[in-house]
């Protein structure tokens, strides 16, 4: 796995789990975001790239740190 491609999926793992512990189904952060239910299972299988203003939208509605988002060791290929 590449490197963006395995940053994308740690990202998204972060954004499920921290769903999952707040008791939060995607239609719930999809209401307070305005995203697709859709959009937001892609993010969270690391199949698309966001913007920072998503996720700022993700961090609030998750009532987390943006950081606590990015929080994940990665691995280069290099």
């Known amino acids: ?9 740690q990202v998204g793992k972060n954004l499920k789990s921290y769903r999952e512990l707040n008791g939060q ?8 975001t305005g995203l697709e239910t859709s959009e937001i299972s892609k ?3 690391g199949k698309i790239n966001m913007t920072l203003k998503t ?5 609030k509605v998750l009532n987390v740190n943006p950081k ?3 929080d994940f060791d990665i691995k280069s290929d290099q």
């Open 68 to 70: 606590e988002l990015l």
């Open 43 to 45: 993010y969270e299988k």
């Open 25 to 32: 189904k995607q239609s719930d952060i999809s209401f307070h």
């Open 55 to 59: 996720l700022y939208k993700f961090a």
């Open 1 to 9: 796995m590449d490197d963006l491609k395995q940053f994308l999926f």
